[in-house]
């Protein structure tokens, strides 16, 4: 069947002619077992329904597709429970190695380590367990919080609230620590009655922006952890006959696709989505070839842009697209 030089051409030829009346398909997995290699690669992403995890898969499948591998995407669904599940699959389908991006509840860290004490090859992105010696690809989250703050103020916002996420993940600490720093820089206060953390949904940012507004009705701009809790903002602020910008002005995070179809058009950090999913399964390639105790862990800082639109726009930029 793989048309070995040392069988003749009339015994391959019955072969042939055998396997097609017996719909004969070769199993390719088992093959690549024998040798010791699945030529699979893992995947666990927190979902897939939006436009920066579909741009990560996006790149890895690029990547590894070119290198001669496949790809397994699993979904946790922002389950804890199902993530462990989505890597005990993988572990039994046996993948020459995982790419992860942990769920939004995830803080036991045990089936990761699980993948490690077998000697999986790991590569974290995005939202990772932070760790010195595992090789991560992230954004940096504090910097793309503090550019966005940064560009608040240079509106002339002063009194700019944080809709923000749970503090034990990555991006979201990171981002609020940005938050937090652009305000200090410039002498203004970190005030709490101005922070809001949630789950980051559009109801979650409807229900922090209606608290914000309670707690400082005098607040003047809104910096969002992620564009989802954005739309929810933008939502309760139209409701409320509140303007945006130009009583309000709003910056999100992730630059989602529907970013440049509100009204009005939404401000955002920009992710670089595609290049992190590439840059992860170039080390996580590297890790495959060469064993992962012969590759020292890495971690790669992407840098952010803040992509400047009308709902942040009180004074002309050269940024706006």
């Not at 971690?299 to 002309?316: A, D, G, Y």
Request: net charge negative.
């Amino acid at each position: 069947m793989s048309n070995h030089p040392g069988i003749s051409d009339a015994t391959k030829q019955r072969v042939w002619e055998l396997a097609k009346q017996l719909n004969y398909q070769p199993n390719h997995l088992a093959a690549a077992l024998r040798k010791g290699r699945s030529n699979t690669l893992g995947v666990v992403v927190p979902h897939i329904d939006g436009h920066f995890f579909a741009l990560v898969v996006k790149g890895i499948e690029t990547i590894a597709n070119r290198a001669g591998f496949n790809v397994m995407i699993c979904q946790s669904n922002e389950d804890a429970a199902q993530e462990k599940k989505n890597i005990e699959t993988l572990l039994n389908a046996q993948v020459d190695g995982i790419l992860v991006s942990v769920s939004l509840y995830t803080q036991d860290f045990q089936h990761i380590e699980e993948v490690r004490r077998r000697g999986i090859p790991l590569v974290f992105f995005d939202r990772i367990m932070e760790s010195a010696d595992v090789s991560a690809v992230v954004l940096d989250d504090y910097q793309g919080g503090y550019s966005a703050v940064q560009h608040l103020i240079e509106q002339g916002c002063r009194r700019i609230a944080h809709l923000g996420g749970p503090q034990h993940l990555n991006i979201c600490k990171n981002r609020f620590q940005g938050y937090a720093a652009a305000l200090r820089e410039h002498d203004l206060p970190v005030e709490m009655c101005r922070v809001h953390f949630s789950d980051l949904s559009i109801l979650d940012g409807s229900r922090g922006m209606e608290q914000l507004l309670l707690q400082d009705p005098s607040l003047d701009a809104v910096f969002s952890c992620n564009d989802l809790a954005s739309v929810g903002a933008m939502q309760v602020l139209k409701r409320q006959g509140r303007r945006v910008p130009h009583d309000v002005a709003l910056v999100g995070f992730s630059n989602e696709l529907f970013a440049s179809l509100t009204e009005p058009m939404l401000s955002s950090v920009d992710q670089r989505g595609e290049e992190m999913g590439r840059t992860a399964v170039h080390l996580l390639l590297e890790m495959v070839a060469q064993g992962p105790d012969n590759v020292a862990p890495r971690q790669v800082l992407l840098q952010p842009e803040l992509l400047v639109r009308e709902s942040s726009q009180l004074i002309p930029s050269e940024q706006t697209l």
